[in-house]
Structure formats: structure tokens, C-alpha cells
């Protein structure tokens, strides 16, 4: 059941939020009744959840009010925690944290382990929405422990179903699909096993198992406890409609996006709307719609506005202090009780024996600090290089498709051009400004997940590298067009590879962009492959200036304004694309070298290790 959670407001007011738990007197703390009022609202609530969570609100609402009365904390756990899981539905995730962080104080307040565990499957939902897939899993299964204990099936399969969705985005596809069937068998035909069918689709899709992955999503839309159910029913048919449109099947992704969409708003939710929305503007502009497509790019913009309105850091940070204070507070208790042996023993200590302990432990906390404080210093230092490395990464990037943007422009502002060569310029513009918003939406998201990781990260999958060449090709179309260069793509489709998409992007766009910007008007840039011994190698292969051999040595091991030159044409460059570029590779474990000549034109070659070839 779970989204990624995208929006949080500052830190002050969530540890307020934590504070609250605590403001019922402590002589009724673990007081419960049995009113029938209140169990009733709290199973209504529950039961809307997922097809109705608006009403699902307002249920909740009572029974806490109901049970604050009451005085029933266990009651009041219960209601906050229906609270957050209706939000969450909603997308409204900055009102699901609040609601989950006050019903973690309540349940710890009285040991209820059942209502701890949920709580800790909700911080958990927090670093998954993150992509902090190591310490969301710590957290699952602390959520499973104490579930456990209490026997409680139906909240294991939701835990297990919670570490399946982290196995997935990490491309563990065999664990991932282990879990879903183990959440299913846990939970014995209840919402979580109706969930399952779901997620079993979507890892099916991303391991390009189309017709497998359709049939979990279709089992999902005919089983009987999915006839209310919009949430579940948005989802499959966004992952038909992800199916359609990779099969290149663009009237059926609309048909499907659609239905998705309608479901999504019917419970305003936020995520499976922006998603859908999403595929139908992708798909219409595969079939060249491209006023329908922006009509849909505005929804996803919409959507993904509201998603991100506040800082991901704050979240982030905000979980990793409450995991510090608790482990200062262990060391606190640890500390204590070797205070209290020490103080037994020092009474049979001599004085020299007691001026020794003091002087070593003196020792070891001066130590401790200057440990401490390098260790910080550099984190800082490794911090403050990658983000400058992501900012090199956007200028560089964006450089490119700028520029044939604004050349376009230029030549609609001064020449006086007939009104059927105006039009196809327009729609020329119009495509590449779509091409543009598209890469620079990818590549804030990826440079987001990079900064809020622990460092530069290959996040792995299976691709095809001639789908992403022909990607790039379409940004720089213009300006070789521009040039008069003629562009042979030879390089053969149904090939993969393994390798994050967008550093894979930012490989071929740098390596294409210096072929385009050192070749001379009229000339040829060649694109082909080559397989050897499990590996495929692309070649990237130009007639331009070539590169002199001091340069050509030290062309990986520098950046900055000394290693840029001008192009045939007088193109600016930035001096640190090639640098990067090594680094990129090296993460996705490839190798990249290059061969050149001075006037006679340079070879540029990245090889990856072959992870599947298209049958002969």
C-alpha cells in the first residue's frame, strides 16, 4: 500500500507533533473501554480507507475526538493512525507524517507493540519515499519483530509487502517478488494479498516481462475485493498503460492512462494522478499530439508541484536526528551504568591508580573529539564536491539544446520566412522545447536522488543503449542540422546493457556534443557498435579537428577552463565534460578510451558488459 512520500513541513513542527503525545494525565494512560460508539467509528474509518478516504477522515476524526473524551488512549492510537494512512492515500503526506508521529507517541506511551509497529513501517514508508532503501528496511523489519510478538499476520504481510517495494526499486527483482508472495501468504486474502497482485505486476514490467506483468494487473481488476477499491484499480491500469506505451502501443496507454487518471482524482490522489497524467502526455506526444500532450504535461505539472512543495532535505534530516537521539540516548544509559562500576571500584583504587584512569579517559575523549570533528570535515568536503559536480553536470548539459533553441529563435526573428517554412520551424521549436523540459525534468530528479544519497550512485537497470542514443541524437538533430553534419546512427536496437539511466545520458550527450562542436560544417559523425567477448563497445566517430596528443593525455585527469576550446563554430564549452564523463562510466563499470589524430578526426569508444543481445 504504499506511495512515495514527496512533501514534510520543518522540523519544529513535527518535534512539537511528538511532544503532543503526552498531554493526557498520566493516572489514565493505559485506561481502555470498550465503547461500542467508538469501536464503530474506528472500523468505519478503517474500512474506507482505500475507497473512500475522505469519508475514512471524517470517521477518524470523530473516534478521536470520541476517545480523547474517553480518555482511551489505545483508541486514540488507532484513530491518528487511520488519520495517516488516509492522507497518505490522498497524497497529502505532510498531514500523513503528522498524524503517524502523534500516534507513535501515544502507542509508546503505553507499550502497545501492534500500534509501534505500525509507526515504524511509517518512518520506514519515509526513507523509502527518499530512496534510502538500507534504513528503510532497517525499519521494516524492526516493524516485523515487533508484529511478531504479537502474532499479528495481517501487519507482517504489510511489512513484507513494504521491503518488497524496496527490493524492486533497487533492481533486486528475485527478492522482490519472494516478498509479494510471502506478504500474500501472510495475509490470508485480506487488502494486502489484493495489493500484492499489483506490485508482482510492476516488478514483472520492470523486468520487461510485459505479458506476465499484465496478467497480475488484470487478475487485480476482475477480483471481487477490487470492485470498490479506486487506489489499487488507478495503479493497475497505469501499469497496463506502462505496458502499452513500451510496446509502443500509444492509443492503448491513452486508453488506460485515462481510466488511471479518472480513478486517481475520484479519491484525489495526488501521486497516481501525477503518474498517469504523466503517461498520457508522453503517449500523446508520441503520436505527434502535441497540444494534447502539453494539456497533460500541465495536470503532471500540477500534481508534481503540489507533491514537492516542501524541501525533501527537512524530511531526511528529521529522520536521522530521531534515530541519533535514540542511539545517544542508549549510550547515555550504557554510560551510566559503567559510571556506577567504576565508582565501586575506585574505592579500592590507590590514588596513582585513580590520577591514571583520569588521565586516560581525558586521553580518549580529546581523542574521540578530533575524531569526530575529522570525520565531519570530511563529510563536508565530500559534500560540497558532489554538488558542484551536480551543478558542472546541469550547465553542461543544458548548454546544448539552449543553444539550438535560441538559434531557432534567431532565425524567426530576422529573416522574413514563408508561412509554410514558419510552421515547421514553430513545430520544430515545439518539439525541442518539449525534448528539453523532458531532460531537464529527468536530470533535476536524478541530480535530487544524488544529493540526498550518500555520493554519486549508478542506480542499475537493464536498457537498451541504442533507445537512449536515439534520445540524444534528437537534442542535438538541430544543430548538426545547423552545421550541415551528417549523422549515420548504425548502432542496432535489442541490444542491453546494465547502468543508470540518466548518467548513461549525460555519457553519450557530453561524447555527441563534442563530436557535434569539433567537427567542421559539412562534415560526418558515424555511430556504430561492436560486440567482443561478452562486451559491447559504442563508438562514437567523427572527421573533425582531432585532438593533439599533450592534450589527449591528460584529457580525463583535469577539468576547468584550461581543458575547453572552441568549436568549428565557435561553441563555447566549459572544460569539465570529458572528466565527468570518466567518472559516470566507471560507476556503471564500463571503461571508456579514446583514439585521435589533429585534423584527421577522433574515435570515441564505451564499452559496457553485454547483458543481452536480440535474437537472430
Request: aromatic share 8%.
Given at each position: 500500500?504504499?506511495?512515495?512520500?514527496?512533501?514534510?513541513?520543518?522540523?519544529?513542527?513535527?518535534?512539537?507533533?511528538?511532544?503532543?503525545?503526552?498531554?493526557?494525565?498520566?493516572?489514565?494512560?493505559?485506561?481502555?473501554?470498550?465503547?461500542?460508539?467508538?469501536?464503530?467509528?474506528?472500523?468505519?474509518?478503517?474500512?474506507?480507507?482505500?475507497?473512500?478516504?475522505?469519508?475514512?477522515?471524517?470517521?477518524?476524526?470523530?473516534?478521536?475526538?470520541?476517545?480523547?473524551?474517553?480518555?482511551?488512549?489505545?483508541?486514540?492510537?488507532?484513530?491518528?493512525?487511520?488519520?495517516?494512512?488516509?492522507?497518505?492515500?490522498?497524497?497529502?503526506?505532510?498531514?500523513?507524517?503528522?498524524?503517524?508521529?502523534?500516534?507513535?507517541?501515544?502507542?509508546?506511551?503505553?507499550?502497545?507493540?501492534?500500534?509501534?509497529?505500525?509507526?515504524?513501517?511509517?518512518?520506514?514508508?519515509?526513507?523509502?519515499?527518499?530512496?534510502?532503501y538500507d534504513l528503510a528496511l532497517q525499519e521494516f523489519r524492526r516493524a516485523v519483530d515487533f508484529a511478531g510478538i504479537g502474532k499479528d499476520s495481517s501487519h507482517i504481510a504489510a511489512y513484507l509487502f513494504n521491503a518488497g517495494i524496496c527490493f524492486d526499486q533497487t533492481g533486486e527483482f528475485a527478492k522482490a517478488l519472494s516478498y509479494f508472495n510471502r506478504a500474500s501468504i501472510a495475509d490470508k486474502g485480506h487488502h494486502v494479498s489484493l495489493m500484492a497482485l499489483n506490485r508482482l505486476g510492476e516488478t514483472w514490467l520492470h523486468m520487461r516481462q510485459f505479458d506476465t506483468a499484465i496478467g497480475y494487473y488484470r487478475q487485480l481488476l476482475s477480483d471481487p475485493r477490487a470492485k470498490e477499491d479506486s487506489w489499487e484499480k488507478a495503479f493497475a491500469y497505469a501499469g497496463l498503460a506502462q505496458v502499452a506505451y513500451a510496446r509502443a502501443k500509444y492509443d492503448t496507454a491513452i486508453a488506460y492512462g485515462q481510466k488511471s487518471l479518472d480513478f486517481a482524482q475520484r479519491i484525489h490522489a495526488k501521486w497516481d494522478a501525477e503518474r498517469a497524467a504523466k503517461m498520457l502526455a508522453d503517449s500523446y506526444a508520441a503520436l505527434h499530439q502535441y497540444h494534447k500532450s502539453h494539456e497533460y504535461m500541465v495536470i503532471d505539472k500540477l500534481y508534481n508541484d503540489s507533491l514537492y512543495r516542501d524541501s525533501r532535505e527537512q524530511v531526511v534530516?528529521?529522520?536521522?536526528?530521531?534515530?541519533?537521539?535514540?542511539?545517544?540516548?542508549?549510550?547515555?544509559?550504557?554510560?551510566?551504568?559503567?559510571?556506577?562500576?567504576?565508582?565501586?571500584?575506585?574505592?579500592?583504587?590507590?590514588?596513582?591508580?585513580?590520577?591514571?584512569?583520569?588521565?586516560?579517559?581525558?586521553?580518549?575523549?580529546?581523542?574521540?573529539?578530533?575524531?569526530?570533528?575529522?570525520?565531519?570535515?570530511?563529510?563536508?568536503?565530500?559534500?560540497?564536491?558532489?554538488?558542484?559536480?551536480?551543478?558542472?553536470?546541469?550547465?553542461?548539459?543544458?548548454?546544448?539544446?539552449?543553444?539550438?533553441?535560441?538559434?531557432?529563435?534567431?532565425?524567426?526573428?530576422?529573416?522574413?520566412?514563408?508561412?509554410?517554412?514558419?510552421?515547421?520551424?514553430?513545430?520544430?521549436?515545439?518539439?525541442?522545447?518539449?525534448?528539453?523540459?523532458?531532460?531537464?525534468?529527468?536530470?533535476?530528479?536524478?541530480?535530487?536522488?544524488?544529493?540526498?544519497?550518500?555520493?554519486?550512485?549508478?542506480?542499475?537497470?537493464?536498457?537498451?543503449?541504442?533507445?537512449?542514443?536515439?534520445?540524444?541524437?534528437?537534442?542535438?538533430?538541430?544543430?548538426?542540422?545547423?552545421?550541415?553534419?551528417?549523422?549515420?546512427?548504425?548502432?542496432?536496437?535489442?541490444?542491453?546493457?546494465?547502468?543508470?539511466?540518466?548518467?548513461?545520458?549525460?555519457i553519450f550527450q557530453n561524447i555527441i556534443g563534442n563530436a557535434v562542436k569539433f567537427t567542421h560544417p559539412g562534415g560526418t559523425i558515424r555511430l556504430f557498435h561492436t560486440i567482443q567477448d561478452d562486451t559491447i563497445t559504442l563508438h562514437v566517430k567523427d572527421n573533425g579537428v582531432g585532438i593533439p596528443a599533450p592534450k589527449l593525455a591528460t584529457l580525463f585527469e583535469q577539468s576547468g577552463p584550461s581543458q575547453s576550446t572552441y568549436g568549428t563554430a565557435k561553441e563555447k564549452g566549459t572544460g569539465i565534460g570529458l572528466y565527468l564523463v570518466r567518472q559516470f562510466v566507471e560507476h556503471n563499470d564500463g571503461k571508456i578510451f579514446i583514439t585521435s589524430a589533429e585534423n584527421k578526426g577522433t574515435e570515441t569508444c564505451v564499452s559496457f558488459a553485454c547483458a543481452g543481445l536480440p535474437a537472430s
Open positions: 500500500m504504499q506511495r512515495l512520500l514527496r512533501t514534510l513541513k520543518p522540523l519544529g513542527v513535527l518535534l512539537l507533533l511528538l511532544a503532543a503525545g503526552y498531554l493526557l494525565p498520566a493516572q489514565s494512560s493505559r485506561r481502555v473501554t470498550t465503547d461500542s460508539t467508538l469501536l464503530r467509528l474506528n472500523a468505519d474509518a478503517y474500512r474506507l480507507l482505500f475507497c473512500n478516504p475522505d469519508s475514512s477522515i471524517q470517521y477518524s476524526l470523530k473516534a478521536r475526538e470520541r476517545a480523547e473524551q474517553l480518555q482511551d488512549i489505545k483508541a486514540l492510537a488507532k484513530a491518528l493512525d487511520h488519520l495517516g494512512y488516509a492522507y497518505y492515500v490522498k497524497g497529502s503526506y505532510e498531514q500523513s507524517l503528522k498524524y503517524t508521529t502523534e500516534a507513535l507517541a501515544f502507542a509508546e506511551k503505553i507499550d502497545d507493540r501492534e500500534a509501534i509497529a505500525s509507526a515504524y513501517n511509517g518512518i520506514g514508508l519515509i526513507y523509502l519515499g527518499h530512496d534510502q534530516n528529521f529522520l536521522k536526528l530521531q534515530q541519533r537521539e535514540k542511539e545517544n540516548q542508549l549510550l547515555k544509559d550504557l554510560s551510566g551504568q559503567n559510571q556506577k562500576t567504576i565508582k565501586l571500584r575506585t574505592v579500592l583504587l590507590t590514588g596513582a591508580c585513580l590520577l591514571t584512569v583520569l588521565l586516560i579517559g581525558l586521553a580518549l575523549i580529546f581523542y574521540r573529539n578530533y575524531t569526530v570533528k575529522h570525520k565531519l570535515s570530511q563529510q563536508l568536503a565530500t559534500s560540497n564536491q558532489l554538488k558542484d559536480q551536480m551543478f558542472s553536470v546541469i550547465s553542461h548539459d543544458l548548454r546544448s539544446p539552449m543553444a539550438a533553441m535560441q538559434q531557432m529563435l534567431e532565425l524567426m526573428k530576422a529573416r522574413q520566412l514563408p508561412d509554410e517554412e514558419k510552421n515547421k520551424l514553430y513545430d520544430l521549436f515545439y518539439r525541442q522545447v518539449i525534448l528539453n523540459n523532458n531532460m531537464l525534468n529527468n536530470l533535476l530528479q536524478w541530480v535530487t536522488t544524488q544529493l540526498t544519497g550518500p555520493g554519486i550512485v549508478a542506480r542499475k537497470e537493464e536498457l537498451d543503449p541504442s533507445l537512449i542514443i536515439e534520445e540524444v541524437l534528437s537534442v542535438y538533430t538541430y544543430l548538426a542540422g545547423q552545421k550541415k553534419i551528417s549523422m549515420e546512427n548504425e548502432v542496432r536496437t535489442g541490444m542491453t546493457i546494465r547502468g543508470d539511466r540518466e548518467q548513461l545520458k549525460i
